[in-house]
């Protein structure tokens, strides 16, 4: 099983919520988990309450072996 951290920032979140995108990023990677030591997520809402399209999404994935792959959307 990967050690997946889910950090949620600007929104409304609950631990149902951080299951959830454990559970999607677990599915997505559980063939590379061997070389994988953890996946940091990190969600944010740049702009709070006031709505619009501004969310981010950063993924790092820390290798065992590789370093650190890092992808922001």
């Not at 609950?14 to 299951?19: F, N």
């Not at 994988?36 to 399209?53: A, C, H, W, Y």
């Amino acid at each position: 099983m990967l050690n997946i951290r889910v950090h949620m920032r600007g929104r409304g979140s609950s631990a149902l919520d951080e299951e959830r995108v454990t559970s999607i990023y677990q599915a997505a990677l559980v063939r590379f988990q061997t070389a994988i030591r953890e996946v940091r997520v990190r969600l944010s809402d740049v702009n709070g309450p006031k709505g619009g399209n501004d969310k981010v999404c950063c993924v790092e994935l820390r290798l065992k072996e590789q370093g650190v792959i890092v992808a922001r959307s």
